[in-house]
């Protein structure tokens, strides 16, 4: 192993190089958001003498562990510390010019890291990209909205990342004319909200968006999380107010409120909302126009992380009417769909009808609206784990051909494809170095590629239960 050394804006960084692959961690882009710098803006990192060692994660974003069912699935990498707002690089050791992928952790816009080993860049250098990873502040610290605070807090940090690696991307051997951003379920969103921005846009060659909402919410329904922990806590939803409060109090008073939570009621999340400074315009409109390619797409059976078999045979027909009336959904949904998944429960039918809604109604409707190139993809390999099927993120450990990660097992098992996760983090790769993954644009109810045991380009599946919910 050897200590290689590359000087970045703001000062020196050692990183580490192993079989030809160079690995540069912890590197801060906007200063620790801590005290006053709390519910702000990022501010940018005061430059330092000497050579930083750049070896390890940076902290993590304020969070708590999944929990339940959920926390069996999915990872939780916590690391304590102020210095939250990092990147990480992995380059090829002889890099010059290459393509950049810049990579958007998910997590509900509360939980998550880049620091997760599943989100190991090495297979992406192997193959000749300079890859890199960011952290953004998450839940209470980054999306709450209050009077007397910046709202979109943490996509400002994601916009600062990305400035980031535009300006300094070069010293590792990238071109910042090819840098494509890409995140799966909120970090799909994240990525959606930064291409929405006209601002942003110059620094993007395309972007691929992983099971990502692509609406903001409205500011009354964004401002419910802080206002739910401020009332909980005795206080005034304020930056004033909450900055008296640590960090993980807040987080540990948002877990006391999320932990009622059910299908009908459940506490608001956090998101992104409409704002002139951080987000101008709601992402699926502003992507309508966005003239950069953009590949799109979700998992078959998203629902299933989220609600495992024995909650699923809870729900009846009864629920799916109460869920059509708080969603007004139009008549004829439920035959549509029963249509489409003749064998499924009536829970699954609620499932499949909640995936559409969140995810992949949204992403196909943008894929019909769009003039630039827009690559549509579903993926349908069933995980023979808990029978999530081809449950949300589960798709994670294929892009990043590391199926024998950890975390990827845990929800894959030891016996997925790994022809399968070749040929798709070939075809992520491919999307960046070229703006073409491999199959054909699509345009109206054209092809999509399927990802499955085998891998082929099909007519967009299920587009009656899809248009059944526009009617």
């Known amino acids: 192993m050897s200590y290689p050394v590359i000087h970045t804006e703001t000062g020196a960084v050692s990183g580490t190089r192993v079989e030809g692959i160079e690995r540069y961690l912890g590197i801060p882009y906007a200063a620790p958001p801590v005290g006053a710098r709390r519910f702000a803006l990022p501010e940018p990192v005061a430059p330092w003498d000497g050579v930083r060692e750049a070896t390890a994660f940076g902290p993590t974003s304020p969070q708590s562990p999944y929990p339940g069912e959920i926390g069996k699935l999915l990872p939780s990498t916590i690391i304590p510390g102020d210095d939250i707002l990092t990147v990480n690089v992995w380059r090829p050791g002889e890099a010059d010019g290459a393509a950049v992928m810049l990579w958007f952790h998910g997590g509900a816009l509360e939980r998550g890291t880049a620091a997760i080993s599943t989100y190991d860049g090495t297979p992406f250098a192997r193959d000749g990209i300079v890859f890199v990873s960011a952290n953004y502040r998450l839940g209470a610290e980054g999306f709450s909205v209050l009077p007397d605070a910046p709202r979109n807090i943490g996509l400002a940090d994601a916009a600062a990342a990305l400035r980031w690696t535009s300006r300094n991307i070069a010293r590792f051997g990238g071109?910042?004319?090819?840098?494509?951003?890409?995140?799966?379920?909120?970090?799909?969103?994240?990525?959606?909200?930064?291409?929405?921005?006209?601002?942003?846009?110059?620094?993007?060659?395309?972007?691929i968006i992983e099971s990502g909402p692509l609406d903001a919410a409205t500011t009354e329904r964004a401002a419910r999380p802080a206002r739910d922990i401020a009332r909980r806590l005795g206080t005034t939803a304020t930056a004033e107010a909450l900055r008296r409060v640590p960090p993980?109090?807040?987080v540990a008073v948002r877990d006391e409120l999320t932990a009622s939570s059910t299908l009908l009621?459940?506490?608001?999340?956090?998101?992104?909302?409409?704002?002139?400074?951080?987000?101008?315009?709601?992402?699926?409109r502003a992507l309508v126009d966005a003239e950069r390619p953009v590949m799109i797409g979700t998992n078959t059976d998203e629902y299933r992380l989220w609600y495992p078999p024995e909650a699923l045979a809870k729900l009846s027909r009864r629920t799916y009417a109460l869920l059509a009336l708080a969603k007004r959904l139009p008549r004829g949904v439920w035959?549509?769909?029963?249509?489409?998944?003749?064998?499924?429960?009536?829970?699954?039918?609620?499932?499949?009808v909640l995936t559409d809604l969140t995810v992949r109604q949204p992403a196909i409707a943008l894929a019909r609206a769009r003039t630039a190139q827009t690559f549509v993809y579903e993926f349908s390999w069933p995980s023979p784990v808990r029978d999530l099927r081809a449950a949300h993120a589960l798709e994670i450990g294929f892009v990043f051909d590391a199926l024998g990660d950890e975390g990827a097992v845990t929800m894959a098992g030891t016996g997925a494809p790994q022809e399968l996760a070749a040929r798709m983090h070939a075809d992520w790769i491919r999307f960046a170095e070229t703006g073409d993954p491999g199959w054909p644009a699509f345009r109206g109810d054209s092809l999509v590629r399927r990802y499955d045991a085998v891998t082929q380009d099909v007519t967009l599946p299920r587009a009656e239960a899809l248009a059944a919910l526009t009617r």
């Open 175 to 207: 071109d910042p004319s090819r840098i494509t951003i890409f995140g799966e379920s909120a970090g799909g969103a994240v990525v959606a909200a930064l291409l929405a921005r006209e601002d942003l846009r110059p620094l993007l060659a395309g972007a």
């Open 248 to 250: 993980q109090r807040l």
């Open 335 to 352: 035959r549509a769909y029963r249509a489409a998944f003749p064998a499924a429960s009536p829970g699954e039918i609620i499932g499949q």
């Open 265 to 284: 009621r459940a506490a608001p999340g956090y998101n992104a909302t409409i704002d002139p400074a951080t987000l101008p315009e709601n992402p699926r």
